[in-house]
């Protein structure tokens, strides 16, 4: 895709579809499109326990994780991976989703890095979480080894009552996993080893480019393309239309069978057409894992999560650790964290993804139920709640916002994108670098002021204390602001991010016990 490329709206002429609003706001129409489920993580993974930052690295103490939401499991990965090689205490992880697509693959990747060799099961994780197809080989070796170990369960299971909740453990020498789910959840895991009936390789490909490449939304994927470097975009559509996660030049003639923990219908795509591997990890680590082919953006991808992966299986291989991993709804978790962990209810950590945001659970909801379960002061001086907050910027950001900051975010971009009166002249609202320049305006947005005004709404602080928290001065896991543009940002790291997928509005709030 040459430098030169020019959207379908400007070789056609017209206005783009996504035009649209009036002088007051933005005036970009941000409509999804697509199934809304996350399969993939949306906001790089962190290292939930940062021990360096936290208890040392010569921690030896017993661990406690909790992910409440965690969607994928890429936080846990990036947790895990991060523990020194030294540590030799026993390390518990729950982990938890609503969804019972996202449970379902959760497990299955989990059984794979506990059954087999790190060498094993690093292509076998890569291609399940994220290729849309996949060999005969790997699904082969699913089907033989980590499908007979749920078939078992179902076996010994089947006079139960539907929604009866039901658990197994799976021990691994000083590894074990259990999984929690009902009786009609447990029945419906096998259907993810097996390939939808009739549903053929070109068949799958055609279900997907429905989406991804859906001619009503040409306009959308040119805006998206846009604000990316032109060798960006050539990788881009590679990984839209054949949705295979490889170096560019790569074979793909091995991965010739529908990933059926993606394909659980023969006429369905369970995601948005937005939904992009890169987001659920960190830009400048993948950049740093580029190949000989330094463009190559998705094989840097690619060469990035087979180093993570195999040193997540090989982590642990070595670890003593035990991980519960449920199906429910997050406010019902504390329950059956009572009710499996009897002994061992407190945590060191709890992530809480977004269900924080107020369009999810809301923090007044979250905290009441999670708080009670991070350990004391006494017990440990960083034990820590994480929250992100997705949406509170955006939620309270009014059309007078817009007005009175626009001069200074424009004398800020100037800096990035020079603007020109040209620009704003010459095919007005559709004119390519206009667009750029309107898609870049958030980069530079006030943001703590914004959060500080979500806070005053929310009464953050005073929810905090109803439920015995108080929200951390300095954040210790994460940054508050981890994709929000530098004061100084180099031109490279502008570019990075406004091509990144992110805006850097993503707000983490950490919360420790008041006492």
């Known amino acids: 895709m040459r430098a030169k490329w020019r959207p379908s709206w400007i070789v056609e002429a017209r206005e783009p579809a996504f035009i649209g609003g009036d002088k007051d706001g933005p005036v970009f129409d941000m409509v999804s499109y697509g199934t809304q489920k996350y399969l993939w993580g ?65 497990a299955i990747l989990l059984l794979v890095a506990l059954y087999f060799s790190p060498e094993v099961a690093t292509p076998i994780m890569l291609h399940i979480w994220y290729s849309a197809l996949v060999s005969a080989e790997i699904l082969h070796s699913l089907q033989t080894s980590v499908l007979p170990l749920i078939q078992e369960v179902c076996r010994k299971i089947q006079a139960k009552p539907a ?62 393309l846009l604000t990316q470097p032109p060798t960006w975009r050539v990788c881009a559509m590679k990984f839209r239309k054949d949705g295979i996660l ?12 529908p990933n059926p923990t993606l394909y659980q219908t023969a006429n369905w795509w369970p995601m948005m057409d937005s939904a992009d591997p890169l987001e659920g990890w960190p830009i400048d680590e993948i950049i740093q894992k580029a190949p000989l082919a330094k463009n190559d953006l998705y094989g840097s991808l690619f060469f990035y999560l087979q180093d993570l992966l195999w040193q997540f299986c090989h982590q642990i291989g070595r670890l003593k650790i035990s ?21 061992h209810c407190l945590f060191d950590r709890i992530e809480l993804s977004n269900i924080t945001d ?28 994480v929250a992100l907050f997705l949406n509170a910027v955006h939620e309270v950001y009014a059309p007078q916002d817009y007005r009175s900051s626009m001069r200074s975010d424009m004398e800020r971009l100037q800096s990035y994108i020079p603007i020109t009166r040209d620009m ?22 006030d943001f703590d002021e914004l959060f500080s005004r979500f806070k005053r709404e929310c009464r953050l602080d005073e929810i905090s204390k109803a439920t015995g928290l ?41 919360w420790e016990n008041a006492a």
């Open 42 to 106: 949306n906001v790089p993974a962190l290292d939930l326990l940062n021990l360096q930052q936290n208890e040392g690295v010569d921690f030896a103490e017993d661990l406690r994780l909790l992910f409440a939401a965690s969607g994928d499991i890429r936080n846990m990965v990036k947790s895990l991976t991060g523990v020194p090689a030294t540590y030799t205490g026993h390390c518990e992880v729950v982990v938890n989703d609503k969804d019972p697509d996202i449970v379902a693959r959760n």
């Open 163 to 224: 929604q009866s909740l039901l658990s197994k453990v799976w021990t691994f020498g000083t590894r074990s996993l259990r999984l929690i789910l009902t009786k009609e959840q447990w029945d419906r895991l096998p259907s993810y080893f097996e390939v939808p009936d009739g549903l053929s390789m070109s068949q799958a490909q055609a279900i997907r480019a429905s989406t991804t490449l859906a001619p009503e939304r040409k306009d959308y994927l040119d805006r998206a």
């Open 246 to 257: 490889l170096p560019f030049g790569s074979s793909r003639k091995e991965l010739d069978t």
């Open 323 to 343: 991980i519960q991993l449920s199906q429910v709804d997050a406010l019902k978790l504390p329950s059956i964290v009572e009710q499996y962990e009897r002994d």
């Open 358 to 385: 107020r369009g999810y659970l809301g923090p007044g909801a979250t905290l009441a139920a999670f708080g009670p379960l991070l350990k004391r002061k006494t017990e440990n001086p960083s034990a820590t709640i």
């Open 424 to 445: 704003m002249q010459e095919g007005g609202m559709s004119n390519t670098e206009c667009i750029r320049l309107m898609s870049a305006q958030v980069l530079v947005r």
């Open 470 to 510: 108080k929200m951390k001065s300095k954040n210790t896991i994460v940054r508050p602001w981890p994709m929000r543009i530098k004061k100084n940002a180099t031109q490279r790291e502008f570019d990075v991010l406004l091509a990144s997928g992110h805006n850097g509005s993503e707000r983490y709030v950490e």
